[in-house]
Each structure stands twice: as C-alpha cells, then as structure tokens.
C-alpha cells in the first residue's frame, strides 16, 4: 500500500525560517567539547562558568613586561578583591599573569594614556576631567567595564541622601532625589516636602537642598552622582557647601535641609576620611534616607547589611577598544572573566561584602559585554 504526503511550499518555507532564524539566534559554540548557546551566554553571562582557551600576549605590546606578562595600574581599595580575582584567573589561564601596582583610581586612566598599563581597574566612575585627557590622547572615549559596586568603602554608609534627624520623611526613591536636586528631567522639579508624600506642618515648606562644592577630592563623586540622576545639571535651588563637613553640619541644623553626600557615618569616627569635627553634637542631628529605584521598591538603608543601594558606586576597569576594531584575545578572554559567574561569584561572596563590593545585578553583564564586542 502506498502513503502520499502532500506538503504546501508555504508550509516548507515556515519551517526552514524557523529552523534558520532557531540556528542563528541558538549558534553552538564548541570548545573543548563544551557546548554553548550564544545567546544565553551573552543573556546570561554572570551565570555562566568561565571557560579557558589558548591565550598569548602579544609580545610587542607596550604594557608587556615579560613572557605573557602584562603591567597593570589601578585602584588600591580594589586590592583584597582583586587578590581573589588573580588568584581564580591563574587556575584558569595559567600562562597569562599580571604585574600590578595598585595606589589609586587615577592610575586606572593614567596607566593607558600612558600605554604603560594593559587596564586599570577602578573604584569609581571616570571623572571628565580623565576621559577629556585619554580623548586628547586617541580621539575616542576609554571603555569602561562595569564589573560590580563599591556599596560600602570602610564600612561607610553608601552615598546617598541626609536630612535633618527630626524629619519625618521615610524614604525616597532615586528619581524622586534627581527632581530635587537637578531640573530638566522631564517630569518636574520637586521643592517642597509634600511632594515627597511629607505631610502636616512640613508639606507646603520648601526642601533646602545642598550639595558640596566641587573640588579635586570629591569630583569623581559630583560626576557620578550627575550620571545617576541622567546627567541633568544641577538645580540652581541647590546650595553649594565648600566641604562635605560644612554641607552635612548645614541639615544638621537645618530641619528642612537635605544633603546629597558622597560615603558618610553618623555614629562612628570615619576611617578612610577627615574625621567629623563636630561627630559628638552634631552626629544625632542627621539620617539616613532609605531609597529604593522605583517607587514600591525594595529600600536600601546605605548598609553593607542591606540590599544595594541606587547611588552606590560602580567598580570596573578600564580599557582602551579603538572603535570598530576587535580586543587582543587575552584581553576579551579577561573581560568575560570578570563578567561571569566565577568571577562575579567572588564579587558577591560573604568575604567580598564585608569590603563593602557587591555583584552586577541580574541583565547588567549583557549589556557590559556588548562593550567589547
């Protein structure tokens, strides 16, 4: 007995499409004899083991200090963590190995204006200042790789936002903050206190913004903070503080006054920073704003206990990609080290925390890997 099968040519081609568009979005990578899809890798890198693979350093690179040895500059609070980090990419990529020297953020920037460093890794944001120089150097921007946060630096409560401790203000969401203390955003500027859901006496009463002046100490945090709220300028409501010292003394006797302070502690001598003169009568006088993305949002208190917090700062690397040309294999190979999950796993350990560093949170290795590609 015969058995005919009839099938439309429209019916063929659905199912080619969808096989081919199956293939191009699911490509199997085989190293090794490991398997990967590459868009989950790239969707899902910081769940994603590391793999090894044959690695060399080009031996005329200038940062090339040895035999597949290459110099590095960076940031010195970065230090204990990246002691982890070296030690987890030496089992994986024996052959590749790094000379350090590790004294501040500004060597991260420095180091490949330089040429002298292969990357530098970073405690903070670039300032401007840094990514004007490397652009007068190359023409073009330095990449800066996200690789986690820096919450909590010498157990400080993370930057964040200060009032007057007789404030009855519960909490605060990072957009509503950037309404107070930039304008342009588009969804107006916020002035008073019940726009802010303050009630009673306090709502009609105008919020007394201040913020410390810009100057070399505290520049990178002016920078970051402007990048958190979307870049917008500053408010010119905003009283400029020639210190942080004299801007969290001003909400301490300010009952309407609101402070946006870079790392801060109210209950302790503060190691790492100039020690608050007037910590003893003016300690109890201010608070910690609790603040949360959205509206509805899990709330951050600023401490290393607590969930992370918006304004907290970002760590990374730096790197100089010329446009439209690829990484060196070794330096790629690194930079998806540091964005999967064995490194991010460290990132996020108990022992990583008590530095007050924090992990990526859940879709930000994608968008970091797109970086380098």
Not at 158 to 166: E, K, L, R
């Amino acid at each position: 007995m015969r058995f005919s099968l009839t099938v439309s040519s429209a019916s063929v081609r659905s199912a080619l499409l969808k096989r081919a568009s199956s293939s191009a979005l699911c490509a199997l990578i085989f190293f090794k004899g490991v398997s990967f899809c590459a868009a989950q890798t790239q969707k899902d890198l910081s769940q994603q083991p590391y793999v090894s693979r044959p690695l060399t350093v080009p031996a005329n690179r200038p940062y090339t200090v040895g035999p597949d040895t290459v110099f590095v500059a960076g940031n010195d609070v970065l230090i204990p963590l990246f002691k982890q980090l070296d030690a987890r990419w030496a089992k994986l990529e024996p052959n590749i190995k790094f000379k350090k020297i590790m004294m501040g953020s500004t060597l991260s920037v420095e180091g490949l204006v330089s040429q002298k460093s292969a990357f530098g890794p970073i405690g903070r944001g670039n300032r401007r200042p840094e990514v004007d120089e490397f652009v007068e150097r190359f023409g073009y921007a330095p990449t800066y790789l996200k690789i986690g946060y820096d919450s909590n630096p010498n157990n400080k409560l993370s930057t964040g936002i200060w009032v007057n401790a007789s404030n009855p203000i519960q909490s605060i969401t990072l957009d509503q903050a950037a309404r107070v203390f930039t304008t342009g955003g588009g969804s107006g500027d916020i002035t008073h206190w019940s726009q802010l859901g303050v009630g009673g006496d306090w709502g009609p009463l105008q919020i007394h913004p201040y913020v410390a002046r810009d100057t070399s100490a505290i520049l990178a945090m002016i920078d970051e903070m402007r990048d958190k709220f979307g870049g917008m300028p500053f408010s010119p409501r905003v009283e400029w503080m020639p210190t942080e010292e004299s801007a969290i003394d001003a909400v301490a006797q300010d009952a309407y006054g609101m402070v946006l302070m870079d790392y801060w502690n109210n209950v302790s001598q503060m190691k790492g920073v100039t020690t608050w003169k007037r910590l003893a009568d003016l300690g109890p006088k201010i608070k910690f704003v609790p603040m949360s993305y959205t509206s509805g949002g899990t709330l951050s208190d600023g401490t290393k206990e607590g969930s992370l917090h918006p304004m907290a700062s970002a760590i990374g690397i730096n790197i100089n990609k010329v446009p439209g040309k690829p990484l060196d294999p070794w330096l790629k190979a690194y930079c998806e080290f540091l964005l999967s999950k064995d490194a991010q796993d460290i990132i996020g350990s108990p022992a990583m925390r008590q530095f007050g560093f924090r992990p990526l949170q859940p879709g930000e290795a994608a968008k970091e890997l797109k970086k380098i590609q």
